[in-house]
């Protein structure tokens, strides 16, 4: 049986190659992390040959190690691959001048060169939200899941020492985010993921890897076969629906 190819575009959070069942699927990453829709449309850029990566002065607040990267490489993964995941996990938006770049990695090199003032960061609105989405979907003619941030309710114990006060609100300002970036996510694109619903039945300890801090960002191995199961699925109701 021919195995459906999957390629991700996104960063930790959607590696689940090996989650998923190896004898129906293969699943192949794109060079480097991901979180928004502009940095998904800039690397789409730099594979179809709109721009060139080496001539940009800040490649390595997009990726590291720019000079291992080779597009032809990649493109080729893409061009061959059944079905896209993106993972859509952040609406803050980096930019210098027309290009846009990659938050965890601006803030590495930021910390060694200083590089703050050629840059701009800011939120990105719906309505520019769901203009990348159809210009991704011109771009790339495959059937794409998309899958938001881990939403779920983060409540810790309260400290009667006097920060639970100060956790609530965090955790309050931390799902109202996740929870703005979920519904831009169903409301704008066809196949998608919500974790708000996948994980509703479970403890974020079960999900998130809190074993040495409190972490609401990755998955614990549960999490992750949880993911890759709902993947397998929408993957079965694209096949479905004849994309496959």
Do not use: W
């Not at 699927?25 to 829709?37: K, M, P």
């Not at 040959?49 to 001539?55: A, K, L």
């Not at 960061?121 to 059937?143: S, V």
């Not at 956790?167 to 703005?180: A, D, I, M």
């Amino acid at each position: 049986m021919k195995k459906t190819k999957i390629f991700k575009i996104g960063s930790c959070r959607t590696s689940i190659s090996n989650y998923l069942n190896k004898d129906i699927f293969d699943c192949e990453y794109n060079y480097d992390l991901t979180h928004t829709t502009k940095e998904v449309i800039m690397y789409l850029d730099i594979l179809d040959g709109n721009i060139d990566f080496r001539s940009m002065n800040h490649i390595s607040c997009l990726m590291r190690h720019p000079n291992k990267f080779k597009p032809s490489l990649y493109r080729k993964m893409l061009d061959s691959s059944d079905v896209i995941i993106i993972e859509i996990s952040s609406l803050k938006i980096v930019r210098s001048g027309d290009l846009y770049y990659q938050i965890v990695r601006y803030n590495e090199e930021n910390m060694i060169n200083g590089i703050s003032h050629d840059f701009s960061i800011y939120l990105q609105k719906e309505d520019d939200f769901a203009k990348d989405i159809q210009t991704i979907y011109e771009r790339i003619k495959k059937p794409i899941i998309f899958v938001p941030h881990i939403t779920m309710d983060f409540k810790r114990d309260l400290n009667p020492g006097g920060t639970g006060e100060n956790l609530q609100l965090e955790n309050e300002s931390l799902v109202k985010t996740r929870e703005t970036i979920e519904r831009y996510v169903s409301e704008n694109t066809k196949y998608n993921i919500k974790t708000s619903e996948l994980f509703s039945g479970y403890h974020y300890s079960e999900i998130c890897d809190c074993s040495k801090k409190f972490d609401p960002n990755h998955y614990t191995g549960l999490g992750y076969k949880i993911l890759s199961k709902k993947v397998e699925e929408v993957c079965g109701e694209i096949s479905g629906d004849g994309g496959i």
